[in-house]
């Protein structure tokens, strides 16, 4: 396996194509700021093309989908790099973000608050969200950013119910 993970010969393209999200996980300062927002963004776009009814089984499956995904490509990309948990890989944060959209009116306060309290719950990594980490390569890169995701999701869903957000 060669040690760049942009170079193909050992199929190692679709993994960081899957890995930094299209080149987004390239980006300065705050690669994983980045990821979450282009995340919001084009679910924002996609959602409101959507039947209502099916906005959260597609969030949901999409959800799944690229943490199923994300985590093979997480590993391949990671051991490519030599690292542990390479910053420029993003897609943990595409599964989280989407994790933390699910049933979340399409609104501009309700996509920032998401946002900002998936970022938070991602940075400060509750119990067990560290501990997630710690699962071997693309498992622990990806299952922590979900589990911020279910925060947020949780947060989320106590503002919309408590009435606080609309």
């Known amino acids: 396996m060669t040690s760049n993970p942009d170079r193909s010969p050992d199929g190692l393209l679709w993994a960081t194509l899957v890995a930094t999200f299209f080149g987004i996980g390239r980006l300065r300062p705050g690669p994983g700021t980045w990821g979450s927002a282009t995340t919001v ?3 924002a776009g996609l959602a409101n093309e959507l039947n209502p009814v ?3 089984p597609v969030v949901v499956g999409l959800a799944v989908l690229v943490t199923l995904v ?3 490509a997480a590993t391949l990309v990671a051991r490519a790099s030599a690292t542990k948990d390479p910053q420029f890989v993003v897609i943990d944060e595409v ?3 989407l994790t933390a959209l699910i049933a979340v ?3 501009w306060k309700s996509f920032l608050v998401g946002f900002i309290l998936f970022r938070v719950f991602d940075i400060l990594k509750p119990p067990p969200v560290r501990q997630l980490e710690r699962l071997p390569e693309g498992t622990g890169i990806v299952l922590d950013d979900v589990a911020a995701g279910i925060y947020a999701f949780a947060g989320m869903q106590l503002l919309l ?3 606080l957000l609309r």
């Open 41 to 43: 963004l084009l679910w």
């Open 54 to 56: 099916r906005r959260i």
């Open 70 to 72: 994300g985590i093979p």
């Open 95 to 97: 599964a989280g973000q």
């Open 105 to 107: 009116p399409l609104t």
């Open 161 to 163: 119910y408590s009435g």
